[in-house]
């Protein structure tokens, strides 16, 4: 794949892919992305993160290793142009903007759908706070396309309407003393639409930061997209 991902800048060797810098096309606006497919992967899972974060949050960053070394490709984006973010810094109205959110997301789907290498797979998508909002609206409006959604410590709250109308499994991983998020999940996991599961870590709080916490995120997300999206090739051929 090296040299056919359109505005890639450089590469870097992180584990069994390797990571590409990309711009990626969302509407009428280009956002930075981060981009890794290793061989033979059939899934694809698109990381949405929260407010005040970027592509660069180390928690999706692991994540999304964690997510390559079980055979899956990855892309984390940032959900803002630097203008945008520059903008926003006093107001922060785009960043909770859970409906702009998602029609970006979208929009990012739409341009992952139609690349030559990457629309041949199944596309999940991995959110985190807000971001696992916007998530969620964006599965419910492609709900032929998106094939798995999980929220790590979302606010899925924040999707109104929309939950009802979410039709892929979707994971909702939040810490067990993260109480008041715990709540929101509950609550959101009766009104969901689709297949769904509720996957409480023990003792961490909102930020997995607790010793083993994240790499139980890691875990149980690898698990679900796996089983959803399919396993790699060169797994599945394996005796």
Same mark, same amino acid.
């Given at each position: 794949m090296p040299g056919t991902i359109g505005g890639c800048e450089r590469e870097r060797r992180s584990d069994m892919a390797v990571e590409r810098e990309v711009e990626v096309v969302a509407g009428d606006? *280009? /956002?930075g992305g981060t981009l890794a497919v290793p061989e033979g992967a059939r899934? /694809?899972?698109i990381f949405a993160h929260g407010s005040g974060s970027s592509r660069h949050s180390p928690r999706n960053r692991y994540v999304a290793y964690s997510l390559r070394m079980a055979g899956?490709? $990855?892309l984390l984006f940032d959900l803002l142009t630097e203008e945008e973010e520059e903008e926003d810094e006093v107001t922060a109205a785009l960043r909770?903007? +859970? &409906?702009? /959110?998602? *029609? *970006? /997301?979208?929009e990012v789907t739409d341009w992952v759908l139609g690349h030559p290498e990457l629309g041949r797979m199944r596309v999940g998508y991995f959110g985190s706070s807000t971001g696992a909002a916007a998530a969620l609206?964006?599965?419910a409006e492609r709900p032929? $396309? +998106?094939a798995a959604v999980v929220s790590r410590g979302g606010r899925p709250d924040l999707?109104?309407?929309a939950l009802e109308r979410v039709v892929a499994p979707t994971l909702f991983i939040v810490g067990g003393a &993260? &109480?008041?998020v715990l709540e929101l999940n509950q609550r959101a996991m009766e009104r969901l639409g689709g297949p769904k599961e509720l996957e409480v870590i023990a003792g961490a709080t909102h930020l997995f930061e607790e010793r083993g916490a994240l790499e139980r995120v890691a875990e149980v997300a690898a698990g679900w997209f796996t089983r959803i999206l399919g396993v790699p090739q060169e797994l599945e051929t394996r005796p």
């Open positions: 606006v *280009r /956002l899934g /694809l899972v899956l490709g $990855t909770f903007d +859970i &409906d702009f /959110l998602a *029609r *970006r /997301l979208g609206v964006a599965a032929k $396309t +998106i999707a109104g309407g &993260d &109480d008041v």
